[in-house]
């Protein structure tokens, strides 16, 4: 054999070049890195607030993003009652729910909803941008809103995140 491609095969070897460690890694509950974010609803447009909230509690922002995982983060969204809406949504949108009776189709405006149950339009408007699954209803429970600008989970020690500045 020629010395020049003995060295060569002698580099390689030195080098030790695993062909098994090309694996690709897929996040599970166990390696998934999940932290607590809060989130200020204040000023932030409803659809707009509630499609980059969903996109954390996904992990969609992640780079070991597994479709099939819980790999995203927790999500504390404060001030549900300042949220703003665009155009003529705040009179025009309804919201629609069905009691189970004959007859009980049931419907309420965004403005009476804003002003009875804040919390509910962020969650409703998350729920309905995550999967309609049992991946879903799992990733739905990462998400805690709270009208004011208090929360009971500081024993979590969330990071405050804007999502002005958030890809």
């Given amino acids: 054999m020629h010395p020049l491609i003995w060295a060569i095969v002698l580099l390689i070897k030195s080098i030790n070049v695993d062909t098994l460690s090309y694996k690709t890694v897929s996040a599970n509950k166990q390696t998934a890195d999940k ?44 001030n549900a009652e300042k949220v703003s809406f665009s155009g003529t949504k705040l009179a025009d949108k309804e919201y629609i729910r069905y009691t189970g009776y004959p007859g009980g189709q049931r419907s309420t405006s965004a403005e009476l909803m804003l002003k009875k149950h804040p919390e509910r339009l962020i969650e409703k408007a998350v729920k309905g941008m ?21 929360h009971n989970q500081e024993a979590q020690k969330p990071t405050v995140v804007n999502l002005d500045t958030f890809k």
């Fill in 35 to 78: 932290k607590w974010l809060v989130v200020d609803a204040e000023g932030q447009t409803l659809g707009r607030l509630a499609s980059k909230v969903a996109r954390i509690i996904r992990g969609k922002h992640k780079v070991n993003f597994t479709p099939h995982a819980d790999c995203g983060d927790n999500v504390i969204v404060v």
């Fill in 130 to 150: 995550l999967p309609k699954n049992k991946l879903g209803r799992q990733l739905f429970t990462n998400l805690k809103v709270y009208v004011g600008s208090e």
